[in-house]
């Protein structure tokens, strides 16, 4: 089956301790994308990836970093995590980029940072 | 930045209705729309996408609309049914894709 997948789904933990969501994808995608959701605002951007080892910030990319060694994977780390980065985060990954076409994306990490 | 969807946050229909979501966009410039579904707990999933050179494009029991001339882009869910219960939103891209807040759609038995 198609998917992206995620892990943990969900999080809490305490400010300053680091920590890694990983996300995988097993449809080829060249193109992957990390955004945070929260309440009353779209979807916006962190970081994104047009293939191995190419990486870009998006909207919002302050106090998180991406990694992109192998095609499949996409961790999102966060070094020092602050109570301000408590949301719901969603990988996605997609054959035509980010601006247009489809994104699968994965079920979502909802992380608290207490 | 601009915003993207000035979505109504609900919408209540009874199932076997016709379900209309809104989405207005205000970059005049954006030739890409798409909606996605995201039902609670999952991760968003596409629907039907539009680009700017067309005005209507129909999936299955769904139809997109696109008014230019008012930047305005609506969702249309025919015989809806309690599944399709989630929230929808639109994104819209010229650059980058902005994605809108969403609108809960809420179907009544």
């Known amino acids: 089956e198609a998917q992206v997948t995620q892990n943990p789904r969900y999080l809490i933990t305490v400010t300053g301790k680091k920590l890694t969501v990983t996300c995988s994808q097993n449809?080829?995608?060249?193109?992957m994308s990390w955004y945070r959701q929260d309440p009353g605002l779209g979807l916006r951007q962190i970081y994104y990836?047009?293939?191995?080892?190419?990486?870009d910030k998006g909207d919002v990319p302050e106090g998180y970093k991406v990694s992109r060694k192998e095609k499949r994977n996409f961790p999102l780390i966060l070094e020092s995590p602050s109570p301000n980065q408590t949301s719901l985060y969603f990988c996605?990954?997609?054959?035509?980029?980010?601006?247009?076409?489809?994104?699968?994306f994965g079920p979502g990490t909802r992380l608290t940072v207490l | 930045g601009e915003s993207v969807g000035l979505h109504l946050p609900t919408l209540s229909v009874q199932e076997g209705d016709n379900s209309i979501i809104n989405c207005a966009y205000s970059?005049?410039?954006?030739?890409?729309f798409i909606w996605y579904k995201q039902e609670s707990g999952k991760g968003p999933q596409f629907i039907i996408d539009?680009?700017?050179?067309?005005d209507k494009r129909q999936g299955q029991r769904v139809t997109v609309l696109l008014n230019k001339t008012v930047k305005h882009l609506s969702l249309q869910i025919a015989a809806t049914q309690p599944g399709d219960s989630a929230v929808y939103f639109c994104?819209?891209?010229?650059?980058?894709?902005?994605f809108g807040a969403g609108t809960r759609l809420t179907v009544k038995p």
């Open positions: 996605a990954s997609s054959s035509s980029g980010t601006r247009t076409g489809e994104q699968f």
């Open positions: 970059n005049s410039a954006s030739d890409y």
């Open positions: 449809m080829n995608h060249e193109y």
């Open positions: 990836s047009m293939n191995v080892e190419v990486t």
């Open positions: 539009i680009r700017s050179n067309m």
């Open positions: 994104a819209e891209s010229y650059n980058d894709m902005r």
